[in-house]
């Protein structure tokens, strides 16, 4: 997606921008939900060291930056589109309207979309089991492999069947068709693993509770952010009004105030 035109204030760039026609099915963006942009912006840039700058959508939208690289969309939608605060990893689709379809006709829903954000189309969406998820379709910025190898580096799906929801998603973003630039699944160690262009871009691993209280029990995406140090990201995000809620010495599960849920790590993930 391009920068300044994701639906959640994703990244743009005119020159060389690949289609979504061409790589699809991968992850190719993340952004969050939030209800205060500014409170968003200063707990960030505490504990991940982001910079800022807007975006076309608007004066809800922001681009964080690290060292200058775009890396994720901040949106402060969450009380004007009635959805959680959470952070969603956005997937590459050659078609919206076709994949809010099929995300229908399987039992899934569409909270938001698909609109318009010239030059594409984006969806903010939910699967059968309530893990949230965004497509889009468009440009995407030329060298977005870049930014899949800078922060964030991965994502991580905790589903109740990971065999059910990589058929789900599977059927809805076209993996393992055998088109070319589709993204093929395997089963490793009774995890589902996604890569795109021979690289591990996501897992899905089984387990979580669909009715738990606890929501990061629940079904959800997760974000893993690089980092160099996880100790100080784990302390500056309880300093800063956020929590802890598991740690190691290489990764920390957070929340920020708003309760929105992401990992930081030392170390490659996949």
């Known amino acids: 997606m391009n920068h300044d035109t994701s639906v959640s204030g994703g990244p743009r760039r005119k020159k060389d921008a690949v289609s979504t026609h061409s790589v699809f099915g991968a992850p190719c963006w993340v952004s969050l939900?939030?209800?205060?942009?500014?409170?968003?912006?200063?707990?960030?840039?505490?504990?991940?060291?982001?910079?800022?700058?807007?975006?076309?959508?608007?004066?809800?939208?922001?681009?964080?930056?690290?060292?200058?690289?775009?890396?994720?969309?901040?949106?402060?939608?969450a009380g004007m589109w009635q959805t959680a605060v959470a952070w969603t990893p956005y997937f590459a689709v050659p078609d919206a309207d076709t994949a809010v379809?099929?995300?229908?006709?399987?039992?899934?829903?569409?909270?938001?979309?698909?609109?318009?954000?010239?030059?594409?189309?984006?969806?903010?969406?939910?699967?059968?089991?309530?893990?949230?998820?965004?497509?889009?379709?468009?440009?995407?910025?030329?060298?977005?492999?870049?930014?899949q190898r800078s922060a964030p580096a991965f994502i991580r799906l905790h589903t109740r069947n990971a065999f059910d929801s990589a058929i789900f998603?599977?059927?809805?973003?076209?993996?393992?068709?055998?088109?070319?630039?589709?993204?093929?699944?395997?089963?490793?160690?009774?995890?589902?693993?996604?890569?795109?262009?021979?690289?591990?871009?996501?897992?899905?691993?089984?387990?979580a509770v669909e009715a738990a209280p606890d929501p990061s029990v629940r079904p959800h995406w997760q974000i893993h952010f690089s980092v160099e140090d996880v100790a100080r990201c784990a302390r500056s995000a309880e300093k800063h009004g956020g929590s802890v809620l598991s740690e190691s010495e290489r990764e920390a599960v957070l929340r920020d105030p708003d309760g929105a849920q992401f990992t930081v790590t030392s170390r490659d993930p996949r």
């Open 169 to 207: 998603y599977g059927e809805v973003l076209d993996w393992a068709t055998g088109k070319p630039g589709c993204c093929e699944v395997e089963y490793e160690g009774g995890e589902v693993v996604l890569r795109s262009q021979g690289k591990v871009v996501a897992r899905i691993d089984s387990g």
């Open 101 to 147: 379809a099929r995300v229908r006709e399987r039992g899934g829903t569409a909270a938001v979309g698909p609109l318009s954000f010239p030059p594409g189309r984006g969806a903010l969406l939910a699967d059968r089991d309530g893990a949230t998820f965004g497509v889009w379709q468009g440009e995407l910025f030329s060298d977005w492999e870049s930014w």
């Open 33 to 77: 939900t939030s209800r205060d942009l500014s409170a968003t912006e200063d707990f960030y840039s505490a504990v991940l060291g982001w910079r800022w700058r807007g975006a076309k959508l608007g004066d809800h939208f922001r681009i964080a930056l690290a060292d200058g690289v775009p890396v994720a969309g901040i949106a402060a939608v």
